[in-house]
C-alpha cells in the first residue's frame, strides 16, 4: 500500500528556511493532491497547503507569503519550504495523500527552530 | 475560516463501553467531516470520512452521524487500542480545511 515519508533537517535557525521533502512508495504521486499538515502544542493540527501531481498549489492564507511547494513526478517525490521561520513554526511536518480528505499519512518530522 | 468545536476534551471510559464524541462546526461543513485517531508519537489515522463512511480496514464498532453543523463518533465497545486522541475535520471549506482541537479519550 501506499507509504509516505518525510525527510530534512530536523533543526532550523530562524529567519532561514524550512525546507522537507515527502517520498511516496508503493504507489503513484498521480492522479492525486498532496498536502502538508503541521501539529503544535499552542496551534493543534494546522493544514500548510496541498499541490497536485501537475503542480498546482493552494496555500493556507495564514503562510501564503512564506510558503511554496513543488512537486517532481519521476522521483515521486513533493516539497515544501517555509520561509523565515520563528520559533511559532517549531512543529511536527507530516505529508499526507488526499483522497477526498487526508486519506494516508507520512509518520511525521520534528522541526525545531531554534540558533 | 470555519471553527471545528470538539467536546468533551476528555473522556474517561472503561474498557468494553461505548464512548460518545461530539464536533461542532460554525457555519456548516454539510457531510464533508472526518474522523481521525491519533496515538503518542503516531500520525493522525483516518476513521471515518464524509461524516458517517468508515476508511479502509477501520472496524465497524466505530461509527460516526450528522450532519451539517452536528457530528458524533461512536465507539461502540473500547478496546485497549482504542485509548487515544480523537479530532474531527471539515473539509467543505476546500481548499482550507480545519481540524477541532480533540478529544482524548482515557481509561476509567
Known amino acids: 500500500q501506499v507509504q509516505l515519508q518525510e525527510s530534512g533537517p530536523g533543526l532550523v535557525k530562524p529567519s532561514e528556511t524550512l525546507s522537507l521533502t515527502c517520498t511516496v512508495s508503493?504507489?503513484?504521486?498521480?492522479?492525486?493532491?498532496w498536502s502538508w499538515i503541521r501539529q503544535s502544542p499552542g496551534k493543534g493540527l494546522e493544514c500548510i497547503g496541498y499541490?497536485?501531481?501537475?503542480?498546482?498549489?493552494n496555500y493556507n492564507p495564514s503562510l501564503k507569503s512564506r510558503v511554496s511547494m513543488s512537486v517532481d513526478t519521476s522521483k515521486n517525490q513533493f516539497s515544501l519550504k517555509l520561509s523565515s521561520v520563528t520559533a511559532a513554526d517549531t512543529a511536527v511536518y507530516y505529508c499526507?495523500?488526499?483522497?477526498?480528505?487526508?486519506?494516508?499519512w507520512g509518520q511525521g518530522t520534528t522541526v525545531t527552530v531554534s540558533s | 475560516e470555519i471553527v471545528m468545536t470538539q467536546s468533551p476534551a476528555t473522556l474517561s471510559v472503561s474498557p468494553g463501553e461505548r464512548a460518545t464524541l461530539s464536533c461542532r462546526a460554525s457555519?456548516?461543513?454539510?457531510?464533508?467531516l472526518a474522523w481521525y485517531q491519533q496515538k503518542p508519537g503516531q500520525a493522525p489515522r483516518l476513521l471515518i470520512y464524509?461524516?458517517?463512511t468508515r476508511a479502509t480496514g477501520i472496524p465497524a464498532r466505530f461509527s460516526g452521524s450528522g450532519s451539517g453543523t452536528e457530528f458524533t463518533l461512536t465507539i461502540s465497545s473500547l478496546q485497549s487500542e482504542d485509548f487515544a486522541v480523537y479530532y474531527c475535520?471539515?473539509?467543505?471549506?476546500?481548499?482550507?480545511?480545519?481540524f477541532g482541537g480533540g478529544t482524548k479519550v482515557e481509561i476509567k
Open positions: 499526507a495523500r488526499i483522497y477526498e480528505t487526508m486519506d494516508v
Open positions: 508503493g504507489g503513484s504521486i498521480s492522479p492525486f493532491y
Open positions: 499541490i497536485y501531481y501537475t503542480g498546482s498549489t
Open positions: 457555519p456548516s461543513v454539510s457531510n464533508s
Open positions: 464524509g461524516a458517517s
Open positions: 475535520q471539515q473539509y467543505n471549506d476546500w481548499p482550507h480545511p480545519t
